[in-house]
């Protein structure tokens, strides 16, 4: 089948292309409807429909499949491995299910889970599924304060926590943050359950608060706890934004589109089936984590590959290592992941057999071409950039070799991913940007089955964030992007990325891009700064790679060089600083914000969702004695 065709039918024929990818999960009770849409924005898919994710992702397979793998949940910071089968898989699911149920979780409470990737973290996933409830997933590198903030949002019944975390070897306890968090909010929940995993022995206990998830799984386990069946336009989660850009919006996820999405991208997008194996690098915390680390590759009857640890520990092939041990056919990670191992000796990325991979999806940041080009080269394989939100919870733009593979182009996440009606808006006139024009994408609404359904309670949040931006009702992604003439869009950042130089607009993307291509760098970021004569001038913030044998002074004036044949002497950075880290959110998106806050002198702002304070405090310092490469 041609891309062109099934994507021409997802927009034309909504209603009939989705009927029939409803088809690829189980219903209780069928549709009424496959779209409800009049109250616009606001649409209900498959209403009236009952289903449920836990048994589309787990019961459901159990006849076909029971002694696959499901789940492995390997950790390189504790050296367990853990290798789960569905048949084991619905026996962990129903004891935590039977526990929530214990401590008096219904349908419709909230739950937070605050746990690095561990494999119960998939286990209260699909339990809080099993009974109805909201799970809202909060990254366990977060501090306390960013937990009390998405607390007194959710309100949730209970939290369940690791007793700790580890990063490098070293041990982060999670249990005085969460005594921390709780002790902020305004709406603690009564129970607190910790996974122990004897990681920190001199943990606290609150009496009548605290409960230990052992003694109670050692009671429940083999009971079995009956499906909750849902109507498709019920939460199924809460899962709050990066906070790249400000305060984290809690995205809503309904049920029953969440698991059409997911069964339509698995087959389509990432080419993954019943009994193959998808690896995804990401936290159970973040979007990616949730769609294709646990729904979509159970929901296909796959098997998924849980990581904890760190790309470099033992060493920086470990990831590699994986694919080639439980031959990983799909594997999708992040430019930040791959810049990463970019620093480190290409040798790691030959030293396993990875004849298994198909393919490598990348996805959260600007995938620049030099990267791309790295790893396309480093390990033999297609690479393919796909651009999506955690508010539509699946690609927006992509490559669909599952379906069919159009030819890859280093800079683009590609096409309009099936079923998403994208325009790309010029912002002074309101109208469609010609190809080759800079704009805003955009989703023409209704947004297809599996993207938000809205801001957690806060219907008015959601209006004003994603849909008041322009005359027509249209969901703005806040990022710029072109289109060529054959369609494929290139993304140029976020709208509050922009500069202005004596009146020229330039997105930061476009001058990393370019400084990127110098073959010492690593990494760039690039800000706009006041500037007295110009309004505003870009400037650089790079970091080197560990093979770089030039002087920070000459790579500056290399890159430099690189701007201006590229881009023009209008985009010439006003200064270069070279530095050991750059600062980003712990979901590893790159804080330009911070950067550009601390370049003119500002406060940087709400610095919780930094992963490295230290970065910050080199960048002070480095800017303080001044650019490199000047004169
Ligand atoms: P917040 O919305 O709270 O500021 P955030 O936007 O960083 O946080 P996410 O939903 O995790 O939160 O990130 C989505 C954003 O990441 C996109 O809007 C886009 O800016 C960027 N992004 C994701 N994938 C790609 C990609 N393939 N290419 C370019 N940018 C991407
Ligand atoms: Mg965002």
Not at 87 to 114: C, Q, S, T
Not at 200 to 224: C, F, I, K, N
Not at 249 to 266: E, P, T
Request: net charge negative.
């Amino acid at each position: 089948m041609r891309y062109e065709d099934v994507y021409r039918r997802s927009i034309e024929d909504p209603e009939s292309f989705w009927a029939e990818q409803a088809e690829a999960i189980h219903w209780h009770v069928r549709p009424r409807a496959i779209l409800e849409y009049d109250d616009p924005p606001f649409r209900r898919w498959f209403a009236g429909g009952l289903t449920n994710l836990c048994y589309n992702a787990v019961d459901r397979h159990l006849d076909a499949r029971g002694d696959q793998l499901a789940l492995v949940a390997v950790s390189s910071e504790t050296g367990v491995t853990r290798e789960i089968s569905y048949r084991e898989l619905h026996r962990e699911v129903n004891a935590f299910a039977a526990v929530l149920r214990a401590l008096g979780v219904g349908k419709g409470d909230r739950v937070v889970i605050y746990m690095p990737n561990m494999a119960e973290a998939v286990f209260a996933m699909l339990a809080c599924a099993r009974i109805g409830a909201v799970h809202s997933v909060v990254f366990g590198g977060f501090a306390a304060h960013n937990l009390a903030l998405r607390i007194d949002d959710a309100r949730p019944s209970l939290l369940i926590a690791a007793d700790a975390g580890m990063r490098g070897g070293k041990v982060i306890p999670y249990k005085p943050l969460v005594d921390e968090a709780l002790a902020a909010s305004k709406h603690p929940p009564a129970h607190v359950l910790i996974v122990d995993r004897g990681l920190d022995p001199r943990r606290s206990v609150v009496e009548g608060r605290d409960v230990d998830y052992a003694t109670l799984r050692e009671r429940h386990l083999g009971e079995d706890v009956a499906i909750e069946w849902l109507e498709s336009n019920e939460p199924s989660y809460l899962l709050y934004t990066s906070g790249t850009t400000g305060k984290p919006k809690g995205v809503q996820r309904d049920v029953g589109g969440h698991a059409v999405a997911m069964a339509l991208s698995m087959r389509t997008v990432y080419d993954v089936g019943p009994g193959q194996v998808m690896f995804s690098t990401s936290d159970v915390g973040w979007a990616v984590g949730h769609s294709y680390n646990v729904y979509g590759p159970l929901i296909a009857g796959a098997t998924s590959i849980l990581y904890e640890g760190l790309p470099t520990n033992p060493d920086p092939g470990v990831w590699w290592s994986l694919v080639e041990k439980y031959r990983v056919r799909t594997m999708f990670s992040s430019p930040t992941g791959i810049r990463v191992l970019k620093k480190q000796d290409p040798e790691f990325l030959k030293k396993h057999d990875l004849s298994s991979l198909k393919w490598l999806f990348l996805a959260g940041e600007p995938l620049d071409e030099p990267t791309a080009q790295w790893i396309t080269e480093g390990i033999g394989k297609p690479v393919i950039d796909n651009y999506w939100q955690t508010e539509t919870g699946w690609p927006v733009l992509t490559l669909l070799p599952g379906l069919d593979l159009k030819p890859i182009r280093f800079g683009s996440p590609g096409l309009p991913n099936l079923g998403y009606r994208l325009r790309v808006i010029n912002e002074a006139s309101g109208e469609d940007a010609k190809p080759n024009e800079k704009g805003v994408l955009v989703i023409v609404p209704p947004l297809p089955p599996g993207c938000m359904t809205t801001v957690w309670n806060d219907d008015r949040r959601f209006l004003a964030s994603y849909f008041g931006h322009f005359r027509d009702l249209l969901y703005s992604s806040l990022d710029w992007a072109v289109r060529d003439d054959d369609g494929y869009t290139f993304i140029l950042g976020r709208t509050d990325d922009v500069i202005n130089v004596a009146g020229h607009r330039l997105g930061t993307r476009e001058i990393e891009e370019a400084v990127a291509t110098h073959p010492g760098v690593a990494e760039a970021a690039v800000v706009g700064v006041h500037d007295e004569l110009k309004g505003q001038v870009p400037i650089v913030f790079a970091t080197l790679k560990q093979s770089n044998t030039e002087t920070a002074d000459d790579v500056a004036r290399g890159m430099l060089k690189r701007v201006v044949d590229q881009l023009g002497g209008v985009a010439r950075p006003a200064r270069v600083y070279v530095v050991n880290a750059l600062p980003k959110t712990r979901s590893g998106k790159l804080l330009r914000r911070s950067l550009q806050a601390l370049a003119e002198n500002r406060d940087p702002g709400d610095l919780s969702t930094l992963d490295d304070p230290g970065a910050l405090e080199e960048i002070r310092g480095k800017l303080a004695r001044g650019p490199d490469g000047a004169g």
